[in-house]
């Protein structure tokens, strides 16, 4: 043990070279190198300055065992440079909290993407798992995806997902989900390389389109408009064209 003052009051902070007592949680994102030879070159400067966040839980094995919640670079680098590992426990109540504990911890370092939550939590949750299983299938943004397998009725779902997704909440309640979201894909097979801006202006008026969808016939609308849309610079207007010229909205 060492001891660290803090104000008023002494913190044990338990340190170890057993390296091998820690233990890769399967929905952490793998560590990087360039990361680690970073904190490696900072260490050598400055000292060892924090410590690895564990839990010990029983979820993965059945017994309980020391997982690292936040330090996995840390952690290397200590093992690289054969120096002591500092490390502290935190209460963890289920998979949900520890992925939620997770994000929280790791965004002190480097913020977690959307990709990030979906992978974390497809470990507990089959909704997540269909998700990421259609990020891999198609090439289009998780929060795209999202706004379609969420409830398949308004763009304005792309915003509720991304929170819903972080908070491990996110349910895939359109039962079309999996025909839209290749169907949309297709499009932009067809399309080509668009901006952003682009591809959510035709997202919002393929979800509103898609009770009465034809795939083929809007294909052609396509390929019949594919100059005029490969230059579309203003979002209002580009959306009353898309409704009338692709999707024969209006």
């Given at each position: 043990m060492i001891m660290k003052e803090n104000k008023n009051d002494f913190i044990k902070i338990p340190i170890t070279t057993n390296y091998n007592m820690f233990n890769r949680l399967p929905m952490q994102r793998p560590t990087l190198s360039k990361h680690t030879?970073?904190?490696?070159?900072?260490?050598?400067?400055?000292?060892?300055?924090?410590q690895v966040i564990c839990?010990?839980?029983d979820f993965?094995?059945?017994?309980?065992?020391?997982?690292?919640?936040?330090?996995?670079?840390?952690?290397?680098?200590?093992r690289r440079e054969q120096i002591p590992v500092r490390y502290e426990y935190i209460e963890v109540v289920d998979k949900d909290d520890l992925i939620k504990k997770m994000a929280y911890y790791n965004n002190s370092s480097k913020s977690w993407q959307l990709k990030?939550?979906?992978?974390?939590?497809?470990?507990?949750?089959?909704d997540y798992v269909t998700l990421s299983?259609?990020?891999?299938?198609?090439?289009?943004?998780?929060l795209m995806?999202?706004?379609?397998?969420?409830?398949?009725?308004?763009?304005?779902?792309?915003?509720?997902?991304?929170t819903k997704i972080k908070n491990g909440e996110f349910q895939i309640t359109n039962p079309k989900a999996a025909e839209m979201c290749k169907a949309f894909s297709d499009l932009f097979i067809k399309i080509g390389v668009a901006d952003r801006w682009v591809k959510k202006q035709f997202l919002s008026v393929f979800i509103q389109a898609y009770a009465t969808y034809d795939h083929k016939r809007t294909l052609a609308n396509i390929e019949e408009h594919i100059k005029t849309i490969k230059v579309m610079s203003d979002p209002s207007s580009?959306?009353?064209?898309?409704?009338?010229?692709?999707?024969?909205l209006i």
């Amino acid at each position: 043990m060492i001891m660290k003052e803090n104000k008023n009051d002494f913190i044990k902070i338990p340190i170890t070279t057993n390296y091998n007592m820690f233990n890769r949680l399967p929905m952490q994102r793998p560590t990087l190198s360039k990361h680690t030879q970073e904190l490696v070159e900072s260490i050598r400067y400055s000292g060892l300055t924090r410590q690895v966040i564990c839990c010990k839980v029983d979820f993965f094995t059945g017994s309980k065992l020391t997982y690292v919640i936040d330090g996995d670079h840390l952690l290397e680098c200590c093992r690289r440079e054969q120096i002591p590992v500092r490390y502290e426990y935190i209460e963890v109540v289920d998979k949900d909290d520890l992925i939620k504990k997770m994000a929280y911890y790791n965004n002190s370092s480097k913020s977690w993407q959307l990709k990030d939550y979906i992978h974390a939590f497809s470990f507990c949750n089959p909704d997540y798992v269909t998700l990421s299983m259609y990020m891999g299938l198609y090439n289009l943004e998780s929060l795209m995806i999202a706004a379609i397998c969420n409830n398949g009725s308004s763009y304005n779902s792309v915003f509720a997902a991304s929170t819903k997704i972080k908070n491990g909440e996110f349910q895939i309640t359109n039962p079309k989900a999996a025909e839209m979201c290749k169907a949309f894909s297709d499009l932009f097979i067809k399309i080509g390389v668009a901006d952003r801006w682009v591809k959510k202006q035709f997202l919002s008026v393929f979800i509103q389109a898609y009770a009465t969808y034809d795939h083929k016939r809007t294909l052609a609308n396509i390929e019949e408009h594919i100059k005029t849309i490969k230059v579309m610079s203003d979002p209002s207007s580009a959306n009353e064209f898309i409704q009338k010229n692709v999707f024969n909205l209006i």
